[in-house]
């Protein structure tokens, strides 16, 4: 059922790194690709969404490149934190909402 | 503002038995969608509801069913429980059906033993 593909499954960065989550699509139908946070024992928190008439979004340390042709997005966080140690999801939707597989993050102080 | 919220937060089950699911949406929105994340992976689409209407429905065999009530709240029925149904049962909502912003709940952890 999987059609988002999400990389990498893991990734350990510094504090003030600039993590980078990456993410292709197959189905030239989706048309909103959301990335959401989140932590355990938690649902999944909207953290930002872009659709795909606009090649970068940024909300505070968030931002979004996406890019069309390559049916390719990705996520990247500013000035990384400890407490944006989480897993993080892209999702990509249709008349469905389909997720990848996740990124956890480690952010170490 | 409330957030969706689900109950229970926590269930167990046997095998074969069956089990109900809630949801209650953000106050104003009229869609809602159910999905089943299984530890270590992302959330699998099942079903979207609009206006008590079934929108969308993922590859989920039929002993899964929902329905929607003119308050907006939503069900999620499984029937004849197997061990592969263990699982976290979140539920989002929307404004509307279809590309909109979801927000979710903190699910249901369902476990069978």
């Known amino acids: 059922q999987q059609q988002v593909k999400q990389s990498p499954q893991s990734l350990i960065v510094q504090k003030g790194g600039i993590p980078i989550i990456n993410c292709a699509y197959e189905?030239?139908?989706?048309?909103?690709f959301p990335w959401y946070q989140q932590f355990p024992g938690k649902g999944p928190a909207l953290l930002i969404a872009?659709?795909?008439?606009?090649s970068e979004k940024k909300e505070g340390r968030f931002t979004i490149s996406f890019n069309k042709s390559a049916k390719q997005f990705s996520l990247h966080i500013m000035d990384s934190q400890p407490g944006d140690s989480a897993t993080y999801f892209c999702?990509?939707?249709?008349?469905?909402?389909?997720f990848g597989a996740g990124t956890r993050l480690t952010v170490k102080p | 503002d409330a957030g969706v919220t689900q109950s229970p937060t926590h269930l167990i089950k046997t095998r074969g038995q069956q089990v109900t699911l809630r949801c209650s949406p953000i106050?104003?929105?009229?869609?809602v969608s159910w999905y089943q994340q299984v530890l270590g992976q992302g959330p699998q689409f099942i079903f979207q509801?609009?206006?008590?209407?079934?929108?969308g429905r993922g590859n989920f065999p039929d002993r899964f069913s929902a329905r929607q009530f003119p308050n907006y709240s939503s069900e999620l029925n499984v029937n004849a429980l197997l061990l592969g149904d263990s699982a976290l049962y979140l539920c989002?909502?929307?404004?509307?059906?279809?590309?909109?912003?979801?927000?979710f709940g903190d699910g249901t952890r369902l476990s069978i033993l």
């Open positions: 189905n030239t139908a989706f048309d909103y």
């Open positions: 509801y609009y206006e008590k209407e079934e929108r």
């Open positions: 106050s104003g929105h009229k869609s």
């Open positions: 989002a909502s929307s404004l509307e059906a279809g590309n909109q912003p979801q927000h």
């Open positions: 999702a990509a939707s249709g008349y469905d909402m389909r």
């Open positions: 872009i659709r795909p008439d606009v």
